[in-house]
Each structure stands twice: as structure tokens, then as C-alpha cells.
């Protein structure tokens, strides 16, 4: 179908760990979108890739788009407390955003 | 502040109930897109409009429908509501209605059917 599938849906880890979570797509993608959503709060855009490979940095966080555009991963190195949340992959085709399954992080202090 | 703005923030009703959900979308925004978020749920496409069209259609059930007026502000309406329509409703906009754009969402409408 249209959705991308992400794993794990759940993850807990003590601050400091690092954290991964992958997309997967059964197509091959336009381009991939992360978001990230906060408890309680709404999705806020992260980033976007469209290049086969691309690898983008965002301090601690980088994601990764697969050679051949199935996949995608993020990965944040030492979490934080403030990186509790739901991080989303995002298919952008046509008029349309399907979102990803989602991970829900827990930062345990 | 995202600039997207949704009201009500809240809404309590019940079954069988009709409510208008209402979203203004970012300035300089064409696009409108609604999703629902269940408990513990990923979020739902339900539709999109763009500068006043309809542009696609998600999950949306047939009790419910939607618009977007001149102005670019956009309504959800949900009629006929059960127990599993509680959910949050978002509302996003975008600046063109392609899957390359950016989505800014509000901070939705939370629903609750009694």
C-alpha cells in the first residue's frame, strides 16, 4: 500500500544511548521527510532527502536515505531527555503525505 | 507558533452529534491537508484541498466532508459521530499541493465523543 513502514515502533533508552529508527517502503520513494512529534504536541518538520545515498546532519541527529530510495534511517547519537517523542517517516507523493508508522522514543534520565 | 491556527482546541459531544472543526492555514499557504490521530495511532490522510479545490482524498469515511473557502481557510465537517471518531484532528498547510512540499501543522482539535 501507500504506507512506509517504521521499526521499532517503540524504543526506550537511557539518556545518553544512541537511538535508531528505519523506514522501510515496499516502492521506490520520490523523496522521504522526517517529522517529529512531541507528547501532547503536533508533527514539526526535521528534514528532507531526495538523493539516492543522501546522508544530511542536524547536530546529533542524522538521517540517511537508502541507495535505492526503499529506506530510510535516523539516527540520534547520545539522546537527551529533550529528544523524547515520536519521530515519523513521511512519503511525499503527488498531492499526497503518507505518514510512517511512527517510533516513539523514550529518553529515561 | 506555526502560524496554522485550529478551533476548537477541545470539542466534548455525543453520538450522533454533527461538529465543524476550522483551520486557517499559514500565510501565503494554497494547501490544506486534514489527518486524524487516534490514541496511540500514526496519523491518517483524510483529504486536501488546494487554493479552493479538492486535490485528493484519503481515508476519509463518508460522514464526513470537508471545504475550503476564497480565503483559504478550511472546515472539517463530522456528522453522525460514534465513540471512534474521538481522536485529534490536525490540520496542515503546505505552499503548493505536491508531495516535495513542507507540511506546517496546527496544534489540532482534540474530539471527544461521549
Known amino acids: 500500500g501507500q504506507q512506509v513502514m517504521q521499526i521499532p515502533q517503540y524504543q526506550h533508552v537511557q539518556e545518553g544511548e544512541d537511538f535508531t529508527t528505519y523506514c522501510n517502503s515496499s516502492t521506490t520513494l520520490s523523496n522521504i521527510q522526517w517529522y517529529k512529534q512531541r507528547p501532547g504536541g503536533h508533527p514539526v518538520f526535521l528534514i528532507q532527502l531526495v538523493k539516492s545515498g543522501e546522508v544530511k546532519k542536524q547536530k546529533r541527529l542524522t538521517f540517511q536515505f537508502g541507495e535505492a530510495k526503499k529506506n530510510s534511517s535516523l539516527h540520534i547519537t547520545a539522546t537527551q531527555t529533550t529528544d523524547v517523542g515520536t519521530y515519523f517517516c513521511?512519503?511525499?507523493?503527488?498531492?499526497?503525505?503518507?505518514f510512517g508508522t511512527g517510533t516513539s522514543l523514550t529518553v529515561i534520565p | 507558533d506555526s502560524g496554522v491556527t485550529q478551533t476548537p482546541k477541545h470539542l466534548i459531544t455525543a453520538t450522533g452529534q454533527r461538529v465543524t472543526l476550522r483551520c486557517s492555514p499559514r500565510s501565503g499557504d494554497l494547501s490544506v491537508y486534514w489527518y486524524q490521530q487516534s490514541l496511540d495511532q500514526g496519523l491518517q490522510f483524510l483529504i486536501q484541498?488546494?487554493?479552493?479545490?479538492?486535490?485528493a482524498k484519503g481515508n476519509i469515511l463518508e460522514r464526513f466532508s470537508a471545504q475550503q473557502f476564497p480565503d483559504l481557510h478550511s472546515e472539517l465537517n463530522l456528522s453522525s459521530l460514534e465513540l471512534g471518531d474521538s481522536a485529534l484532528y490536525f490540520c496542515?498547510?503546505?505552499?503548493?499541493?505536491?508531495?516535495?512540499?513542507?507540511?506546517?501543522f496546527g496544534a489540532g482539535s482534540r474530539l471527544t465523543v461521549l
Open positions: 496542515a498547510s503546505s505552499v503548493e499541493g505536491t508531495g516535495a512540499n513542507v507540511l506546517t
Open positions: 484541498y488546494y487554493n479552493g479545490e479538492e486535490r
Open positions: 513521511v512519503r511525499g507523493t503527488g498531492n499526497q503525505f503518507y
